[in-house]
């Protein structure tokens, strides 16, 4: 039994090694044969690449590129098509050196061999880089001036215009169209609502006139003088109109009122508050002060009597008396507390004189 079980295990163990070997050896030849072919392709397009399409375009029929590059667009297709290659536009690129339409650029660059019938591209240089114009319409001046300044170009003149269609301010239309192309820099003129028309009459211009000529213009168109308020300037001259409400060319009924704003000199007044400040002082000064005055007048004068005179014996005594007195405040007297200017005495000569 032992022998029987282990033949037949040994032969089925050869027959599952025998099949194992066989699809080993066909992958294997499988694998060759894939290997081989991927060579062949790859020979084949090297040999194709490098050998037979270089002379295909060798006995073709082949021309050298011309230079086109620093002609304008024309010349430079006139040029291209007789060479027996097509032009074509690209891109365009701007550069304020270079005129408007001359070629920048050229692929394939000149003198290059390329085929009969070869596109040629060329770069174009556009000039100055240009700007857009915005729809400004329906948008406030400022807004306007905002989105000009943004596209780089900037705003021009102004017209107004009495129109119910818009509030004041706001743009009604442009003289330039939307979606022009201009240089930058290039000015855009609005036209302006002034807002709805008020009356049949138009407010005239009193800017800069005197206030009797002002007064008489406006009455002459049939309105009446308004507020006058007078503002300071000096550096023009008195009377004349600053500025006026409503301003000049706006619509009005009769006797619609025009508010003026006249111009004044301002009023120097330093010469005259110093002399009357000085005048305070005095005034403001104590009367003890003018009785000091007064004293002091006196007793220098009293000094000088006694230097002249050649002091005695018996007058010692009297004059240390004195001495000790003078210590005292002077005695104030009723006439003294009147402002008065008194001039010192003059000191007598021993001869009486």
């Known amino acids: 039994m032992l022998n029987t079980f282990s033949t037949k295990g040994i032969f089925k163990f050869s027959k599952l090694s ?17 290997l ?6 790859a020979v084949l397009f090297f040999i194709t690449n490098k050998v037979i399409m270089p002379l295909y375009v060798k006995h073709a029929d082949t021309v050298k590129v011309p230079k086109v590059i620093g002609m304008n667009f024309i010349e430079a297709k006139d040029i291209i098509e007789n060479g027996g290659l097509e032009i074509i536009q690209g891109e365009m690129k701007y550069d304020e050196s270079i005129p408007i339409g001359q070629i920048m650029d050229q692929n394939p660059p000149a003198d290059e061999t390329v085929k009969y019938g070869r596109r040629i591209y060329v770069t174009i240089c556009g000039g100055e880089q240009l ?53 930058k820099n290039s000015t855009i003129d609005l036209i302006l609502s002034d807002g709805p028309t008020i009356g049949d009459l138009t407010v005239p ?11 008489k213009i406006i009455a002459e168109s049939k309105l009446k003088i308004g507020k006058i308020t007078y503002q300071t300037n000096n550096e023009l001259p008195p009377g004349q109109i600053i500025d006026q409400y409503p301003k000049s060319g706006k619509s009005a009924n009769e006797n ?13 007044i330093q ?34 009597n006694s230097k002249d ?16 007195k003078t210590d005292k405040p002077p005695a104030i007297n ?20």
């Open 36 to 41: 081989i072919f991927i060579a062949a392709l």
């Open 334 to 353: 009723k006439d003294d507390s009147k402002p008065k200017t008194t001039e010192p005495k003059k000191a007598e000569s021993p001869d009486g004189e």
């Open 205 to 215: 211009n009193t800017v800069s006139k005197n206030l009797d000529e002002a007064k």
């Open 18 to 34: 025998f099949h194992l070997k066989v699809s080993i050896l066909n992958f294997v030849i499988m694998l060759k044969k894939s």
């Open 131 to 183: 700007s857009e114009v915005p729809n400004l319409k329906g948008k406030s001046m400022r807004d306007a001036k905002f989105t000009l300044e943004q596209r780089g170009l900037k705003l021009g003149e102004t017209v107004r215009k009495n129109t119910n269609e818009f509030p004041a301010d706001f743009v009604i239309s442009q003289v330039i169209q939307p979606g022009s192309k201009l240089k």
């Open 256 to 268: 619609t009122a025009v508010d003026l704003f006249v111009a004044r000199k301002k009023v120097i």
């Open 271 to 304: 010469q005259e508050v110093t002399e009357e400040s000085a005048d305070n002082n005095e005034e403001s000064k104590p009367e003890g002060s003018d009785k000091d005055k007064n004293n002091s007048e006196t007793t220098k004068s009293k000094t000088d």
């Open 309 to 324: 005179e050649k002091p005695s014996s018996n007058d010692k005594t009297t004059d240390k008396k004195t001495d000790k």
